[in-house]
């Protein structure tokens, strides 16, 4: 058994604790639904960097996941179709055979995150941090600013003054999390006016090559 999947099966094993004392998991036990937990989206890659969202979705039932993903659906999400473009001019992503790693924030799987409460977020911390620690990511990539926001709360996030675009109303962020370098741009799915997207992403990408060089 590698290094990899013998954390993946601890992770798993302490995810599965913490979830069944979470609020989520009261609140869908006593609706008689069954979310269930997802820990990564992709293999645990040790030394690569970290793209993550803030918690898995789906409407319907799901089972606890179980064994490390191969990664061959991740371009099959929305969020990062939307963002391949990006990914590859700045990141330099592969998607076919990930070489970067995937997950959320929150663990807990609920159809919309508005069912999440912050007890929820702050259960699920620990096992946030304990992935990126055992990765040692060179950076970590926010695909939302609310995930973010959320890790300024709960953790040692050293924030730089935000990123703006040319109107000021929409914004980006990086920093140091755990002293590695921290990333956050739109949500994919948000709705942002003209080039206000491309503009933080610019502004993102340059300090991202910048500081990983």
């Not at 179709?81 to 992503?93: A, E, G, I, P, V």
């Not at 508005?114 to 970590?140: A, G, M």
């Not at 997207?197 to 500081?211: H, L, N, P, S, V």
């Amino acid at each position: 058994m590698s290094e990899e999947i013998k954390f993946f099966e601890e992770l798993r094993q302490k995810t599965l604790d913490i979830f069944y004392e979470s609020p989520i998991y009261k609140k869908q036990h006593e609706e008689n639904q069954q979310w269930g937990f997802s820990i990564c989206g992709t293999p645990i890659q040790i030394g690569k960097g970290i793209i993550f969202g803030i918690n898995w979705g789906g409407n319907g039932e799901y089972e606890d996941q179980s064994e490390m993903p191969k990664g061959n659906e991740i371009l099959e999400y929305d969020f990062i179709k939307r963002s391949k473009t990006f990914f590859d001019k700045y990141l330099h992503l592969k998607f076919d055979e990930p070489n970067f790693n995937y997950t959320n924030l929150c663990f807990f799987r609920t159809p919309n995150i508005k069912y999440l409460s912050f007890q929820d977020y702050e259960r699920s911390y620990p096992l946030f941090v304990e992935y990126v620690k055992f990765i040692q990511p060179p950076w970590i990539f926010s695909l939302g600013i609310t995930g973010y926001d959320i890790l300024k709360k709960l953790g040692p996030l050293k924030a730089d003054p935000d990123i703006r675009d040319s109107s000021q109303s929409q914004r980006g962020a990086t920093g140091k999390f755990f002293g590695f370098n921290f990333y956050a741009v739109p949500h994919p799915n948000a709705h942002l006016k003209g080039d206000s997207r491309q503009e933080i992403w610019a502004q993102i990408g340059e300090k991202f090559q910048k500081d990983l060089l």
